[in-house]
T-cell receptor, first 118, second 111 residues
Framework: GAVVSQHPSWVICKSGTSVKIECRSL??????MFWYRQFPKQSLMLMAT?????????EQGVEKDKFLINHASLTLSTLTVTSAHPEDSSFYIC??????????????FGPGTRLTVL | GEDVEQSLFLSVREGDSSVINCTYT??????LYWYKQEPGAGLQLLTY?????DMKQDQRLTVLLNKKDKHLSLRIADTQTGDSAIYFC???????????FGTGTLLAVQP
């Protein structure tokens, strides 16, 4: 149980285009999902908290107009990188919050999406 | 601000024990987690410990928490080549469920 998927696994796009990444909780409902970015050989940095039915909460320094988050259902959150540029190239990972098998609210992570902007 | 530090690299021989260390600064953490990340993949939750516990054992994994020193460790017994990965500790805050990740430790297991 507590499986989270992401789509696509990887994407290559031209500078200036927009890219949408989906995060799905497959066997549980998640009111809250999180989006992280990970640069090579670095740790995960939280970008935003996605709440079903309400606006996302962005971390300091993250442009909400550039990274659009939509959490329209209890199993799906999307991250759209608008007008992507090479510096947006990164590994984007989502997580979904669940009570899960550990008995406490725990984040279960998706496999990540590798974005390369040319 | 919150800061979670780990040593960058650990190399062990297959069959030995591995100990990965983590220090944090926020004493209000409710839970502390250990995640494993293999190359190009997402994070796999290994284990967690509640902040009022000192130790937790789960098969080959032992977590030790020294709350006074804000020090967390993960011991992997009988380390295997399949354990080679990056290990992240993370602290959680009950109110927001946000995770603050450590810098990650690359564990290399030599056959």
């Amino acid at each position: 149980g507590a499986v989270v998927s992401q789509h696509p696994s990887w994407v290559i796009c031209k500078s200036g285009t927009s890219v949408k990444i989906e995060c799905r909780s497959l066997d549980f409902q998640a009111t809250t999902m999180f989006w992280y970015r990970q640069f090579p050989k670095q740790s995960l940095m939280l970008m935003a908290t996605s709440n079903e039915g309400s606006k996302a909460t962005y971390e300091q320094g993250v442009e909400k107009d550039k990274f659009l988050i939509n959490h329209a259902s209890l199993t799906l959150s999307t991250l759209t990188v608008t007008s992507a540029h090479p510096e947006d190239s990164s590994f984007y990972i989502c997580s979904a919050l669940s009570s899960g098998q550990f008995g406490t609210d725990t984040q279960y992570f998706g496999p990540g999406t590798r974005l390369t902007v040319l | 601000g919150e800061d979670v530090e780990q040593s960058l690299f650990l190399s062990v021989r297959e069959g030995d024990s591995s100990v990965i260390n983590c220090t944090y600064t926020d004493s209000s953490s409710t839970y502390l987690y250990w995640y494993k990340q293999e190359p190009g993949a997402g994070l796999q939750l290994l284990t967690y410990i509640f902040s009022n516990m000192d130790m937790k054992q789960d098969q080959r994994l032992t977590v030790l928490l020294n709350k006074k020193d804000k020090h967390l460790s993960l011991r992997i017994a009988d380390t295997q080549t399949g354990d080679s990965a990056i290990y992240f500790c993370a602290e959680a805050h009950g109110a927001t469920n946000k995770l603050i990740f450590g810098t990650g430790t690359l564990l290399a297991v030599q056959p």
